[in-house]
């Protein structure tokens, strides 16, 4: 069965920047649009950014966008979310789903930002 598969965490310093993706697998076809989220321990899931994976049509939330960007890069089949000058407070386990988080959550990736 397809689903989403998120990949890029790792640990960064503070300033530093991660790229994230994620892909469809599995034979699944894309979902109209896809979005970025994170959970850190004990705060509930936060959304990010959400891109539409035919138009290219995309939000950040005013919170990171700053910060963050989302594309879709075709050559790879994945749906990206560059983060830059990363800060303590962005350490959480990211995840892909639709905008409405309509499918199941996978693992996610998780992103230490310390040092």
């Known amino acids: 069965q397809g689903r989403l598969v998120e990949s890029g965490g790792g640990l960064v310093q503070p300033g530093g920047s991660l790229t994230l993706s994620c892909a469809a697998t599995?034979?699944?076809?894309?979902?109209?649009?896809i979005g970025w989220f994170r959970q850190a321990p004990g705060k509930e899931r936060e959304f990010l950014a959400v891109?539409?994976?035919?138009?290219?049509?995309?939000y950040v939330s005013d919170s990171v966008k700053d910060r963050f960007a989302i594309s879709r890069d075709r050559a790879r089949n994945t749906v990206d979310l560059q983060m830059s000058d990363l800060k303590p407070e962005d350490t959480a386990n990211y995840y892909c789903?639709?905008?409405?988080?309509?499918?199941?959550w996978g693992q996610g990736t998780q992103v230490t930002v310390s040092g």
């Open positions: 789903n639709t905008e409405s988080g309509s499918l199941p």
């Open positions: 891109i539409t994976t035919t138009g290219g049509s995309a």
């Open positions: 599995g034979g699944m076809s894309w979902p109209y649009s």
